[in-house]
């Protein structure tokens, strides 16, 4: 029985009777809006962001970056306030409304007033949606000028003192309690001399906090006082500060006191490997006025180092630097010091055998490891 069927048409068929594919036509390449370089146009925002990366915008103060956080202690002048890689600037300030500005207003906003301000920026490319932002938090707490100068003269009065105690650390906290602007500033001081009491545990000071205690009492004193480079009694606080915590690797600020500055200056040279000379030095207690106290172990080390150079007496005083490499009462810092001041003058004076026992106990040290590596390489070939 013939059938009549349908034809059946093929796939190709129908779609033959319908309008053809549109073959997509190649695309043509694009130009990339930052450089005028064609690409193609898939690869544009790989382009964009490989050849032109949205760079983080940066506060700049006085040719820095800036941190992200920090305190100031003195306003900064307008022309010392920029910005790098931003492109809209919101600032708040003390909890009022952000407000929309440009560098102008953030550098006028920033040195006439104190308070804390929140700085946003962002950095957004034209050519796209791309932006970085970066937040920035200021505290601006300005002290009075007058007030830093009671403060300096409290100090003087009743602290630059041999026979400091704590009874004359609160008559000082309590005598600067009125100058409020300059109240971190008194704790910094106070925070200081506290630790100088905690590093000599002398009981007749009455001193109640432990030995371990100093080194966060200094650093609490640093992080303030180092806002104060201009003032000189900042400067002297945070070059004993630092010589106790063994910060010489990027070289200390001049503090004015001449047996502190020159014996930080040669263990800087050490640590930086630059063969630093012996300069003589006026023992530490010849100074023409108290500055500040610094502990016992300090001074005895500004000591020894005034009269290492003093050919007379160089037995004498490798002695005394011997024990001291040892003592029990010096903080592990000042162990350090005392082997690498030890080391030195052995090698200063040819006796390389000598040298090599303290060498290696700074073999590990993360301040003089290099110089200690070094000499003892030295000292191996020559011996
Ligand atoms: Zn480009």
């Known amino acids: 029985m013939p059938t009549l069927g349908w034809i059946k048409e093929t796939v190709e068929d129908r779609q ?11 695309p ?8 005028g370089a064609t690409v193609e146009p898939g690869e544009l925002a790989a382009h964009l962001s490989l050849r032109h990366p949205v760079a983080r915008p940066l506060l700049v103060l006085a040719g820095h970056a800036a941190p992200s956080q920090l305190v100031l202690r003195e306003t900064p002048s307008e022309e010392a306030i920029a910005v790098a890689n931003c492109t809209a600037i919101t600032l708040f300030s003390d909890g009022g409304e952000p407000i929309e500005t440009d560098l102008d207003g953030l550098a006028s906003a920033l040195s006439a007033e104190q308070g804390h ?37 409290e100090f003087a009065d009743r602290l630059a003192l041999d026979a400091v105690n704590l009874a004359a650390i609160r008559a000082f906290a309590d005598a600067c309690a009125p100058l409020a602007t300059a109240a971190d500033y ?45 003032r000189r009694l900042p400067r002297v606080v945070c070059a004993a500060v630092r010589m106790n915590i063994n910060d010489f690797r990027r070289g200390l600020p001049r503090s004015g006191v001449e047996s502190l500055d020159a014996c930080a200056e040669f263990l800087t040279g050490l640590a930086k490997q630059e063969s630093p000379v012996h300069r003589p030095v006026l023992p530490p207690g010849d100074a023409h006025a108290a500055a500040c106290p610094v502990d016992r172990a300090t001074y005895e080390i500004l000591e020894i180092f005034s009269r290492l150079h003093d050919g007379v007496l160089s037995d004498q005083v490798l002695d005394r630097l011997r024990s001291c490499a040892e003592a029990s009462t010096f903080s592990p810092y000042d162990r350090v010091k005392c082997r690498a001041l030890l080391a030195s003058r052995y090698l200063s004076i040819g006796d390389t055998r000598a040298a090599i026992e303290p060498l290696q106990a700074l073999e590990h040290d993360p301040v003089f490891t290099a ?7 030295e000292s191996g070939r020559d011996g």
């Open 16 to 26: 033959a009777e319908r309008e053809p594919i549109p073959t997509p036509k190649p």
């Open 28 to 35: 043509s390449p694009v130009r990339c809006p930052e450089c």
């Open 117 to 153: 301000f929140v700085i946003e920026l962002v950095n957004a490319r034209a050519s796209d949606s791309a932006s970085v932002s970066a937040i920035y938090r200021i505290n601006i707490r300005v002290a009075d000028a007058a007030e830093l100068g009671e403060v300096d003269r």
């Open 186 to 230: 008194t704790d910094a001081l106070a925070n200081y001399v506290t630790g100088v009491l905690a590093k000599d545990q002398d009981p007749a000071t009455g001193v109640t906090i432990e030995f371990s205690a100093f080194k966060e009492r200094f650093q609490k004193a640093l992080w303030v006082l180092s806002e104060y480079p201009g």
């Open 371 to 377: 110089w200690a590596t070094g000499a003892l390489a």
